[in-house]
């Protein structure tokens, strides 16, 4: 892996890392159930994209 792909990658991570953090600010926040549903998807979303490019490095 070169180094400017394993620069993206981080940069990627640092991107999920963020919106994971975003998402659970929210949840504790958020009131309505069909927001805090659609914000937990976009929790685990995020992990998972977060795991795949984890597992690259």
């Given at each position: 892996?070169?180094?400017?792909?394993?620069?993206?990658?981080?940069?990627?991570?640092?991107?999920?890392?963020?919106?994971?953090?975003?998402?659970?600010q929210a949840l504790?926040?958020?009131?309505?159930?069909?927001?805090?549903?659609?914000?937990?998807?976009?929790?685990?979303?995020h992990r998972e994209?977060?795991n795949r490019f984890?597992?690259?490095?």
């Amino acid at each position: 892996m070169s180094p400017k792909e394993l620069q993206y990658i981080e940069d990627a991570l640092g991107h999920e890392q963020f919106l994971t953090s975003q998402c659970q600010q929210a949840l504790q926040q958020l009131q309505d159930p069909e927001l805090k549903n659609c914000v937990s998807q976009m929790l685990n979303k995020h992990r998972e994209i977060f795991n795949r490019f984890f597992q690259l490095v």
